[in-house]
């Protein structure tokens, strides 16, 4: 207690830090929150370094709670209410009236989020508390303004909220527009303006806006078009026979006063290899032409629709009033379970969210390349653009809220904005947004045809072959190629599945996760040499993969991998220097012993990635398994790839003598050493520099 007989701030709380009080935000939503102008960084800092505390913000109103480390359940009680009384706090009224309805203690108050205990088997409650917007005048100042969500996504009112936003857009975002003003029209699309759609040839139309589809097909073909019903589809489909993904979509578009769409299993003839090619090289021109894409997110497949009845959930309205003698009429404050938008970065929370569409292959392109997507989730409208995003939930009462706003961070946060990355980026960073934005959120999404890991992001690829005007090779690009030798199943904690679309040296060699290495300030030991990259843009719609070898240079470690068990499956030994271990290996694909003619022309043991059967499902080769029982130990090889010398590390591509090509070494996986004391790392560094310098080629 002070002097005066009142509590003490917390140390983190304390406001004696402040620099510059004129200049600070004093709204709900900004960096300083309440009367006493409390530093919310400093909030953070020491949420993270209390997090199993469970200890919470101070009241967003009068800030005077927690005392200490009273717990939330005890300042939200009604043994506190002659404390509110004497601040006059309606925020610290409406919390405890909260927890009163939900019948839960307060866990933690964050800004207008408020947690709640669990009960029984549920991992516990957040709410949001919030004024709705349009009723500015009888509000509670301390809590922020959102809109109320429509009970269902076919509403006229959540409809009218997507047209608004689309609208908005096309009259005051510059950065979402085509440089050319519409884009040329797709080789074929649906003509809704007819009461049964008509699948309708280009090249007979004018310039005009359309909408594309992204979607989910589902575990059932949805309706598509083939050589034997085009006819049909031209002269017109009923809605009635068309999937309820399809009739939704028809009819966004139809609200949006957009006459044509465009949906790739309809508008590309499906049993057309050649018109398949075609038209799948057309996916970036398509996707980024698009005025709006119309994102399926809530569904599942092709038949289950996404204008449906959200999912129930609490909600209600708490009557705040002069019983409590703090005001002289009753304020309505809503309440309703937390949902994306209600705090922290919107931005951050859209592109991390779970939905139907975030788990498949082709989607991820579709969203990137999008100028505009308007997605149709589970519990709400979402829309993101080049400029903004929104939710249905938050306050969209400025039309610019979003990128820019103060209160939805700051566009880097949002990974799926591609126009924002690349304006200007320069090569170097373009690179490292290729590696950790787009590879290592696309290698973990499901394929249908695992063969298309390659083909289902070269939309992406086309994009930035403009900027970067240099030759992509198999999912790496000419000027990027030592960095993007460094990628790993690491972060997978499994193999992966081999795949024969592209050569072993690349991530599209296996199916399933992977991840780059970012360690800064590394020293490359190895080194291209004679390396002609051929642009695989001829092959990239095909399965057709010569055996583009890459030749480097560096020095070459033999090791020997042993198999041990399920709990601890692999270790690397250094053959030479007194057998120094491979702290952290790890196989790209389950591995199986395999006889190689060696450097010294002489048969050895080796290790080779398993063989793609064709006979036999890519998904059905067991990731947990690294390597078949081979009897004995196997000889490897360890390419030095580069060392941060300052952080005592080292990393290796893992490397087998190929069956494939005399000569020649396949990777089969990534290793690093990392010794453990000054005294190991040295004696490594002197071993390794003795190291003789050779040139390997791997396919």
Known sequence: MDSDGESELPEWADDSTIEDDATAPTDAHGGWQGEFGFNTSRIDEFELDHAERRLHRPCPGCGRFPLGDQAPKEVYSSQQRERWDQFRCLACYAIWQCSLVVRRDVVRVSGDVIWFSGIEADEGLKIRLYNEIGNEHDAISQFGFARHIAPRADSDECLECARDWLKSCMQTHSSCRLGKGTSDLPTRVLDVSFSNPRLVHSTSLPVAPYAALSHCWGSIQPLRTLHCNIESHVKGMSLASVPKTFQDAIRVTRYLDIRYLWIDSLCIIQDDDEDWGREAAEMAAYYTGAEVVISASSSQGSSEGFLCPRKESIKGTLLIGDEHGMSSKVIPLHFRESTVGDSGSIPRQIAYRDDALSSRGWCFQERLLARRLLSFDSEQLIWECNSACHCESSDISNPDVGLSADNSGDLYDHDYNMSARLSGASKAEIHEFWRIKVIQHYASRNLTRESDRLVAIQGIADVLRERLNEKYIYGLWECDILEGLTWSTQASHSVGIPLNVAPTWSWASIYGRVSYSTWPARSWAAEIIGFTPVDDSQLRLHNNMPRLTIPLRSQLLVARMDLLDSTNPMRLTLEQGNGFPIIDAYLDTACEAVFAVGLSSRVVKTANRVAVNPSRPASQIAR??????????????????????????????????????????ERIGAASVTPKTASENAIFEKFLDKQPIVEVSII
């Open 624 to 665: 947990s398994m690294p390597a078949l029982d081979s009897g004995g130990p196997l000889q490897v090889w360890l390419l030095h790839l580069f060392s941060n010398r300052q952080r005592n590390y080292t990393m290796f591509l893992v490397l087998g003598l190929s069956t494939r090509r005399n000569g020649c070494f």
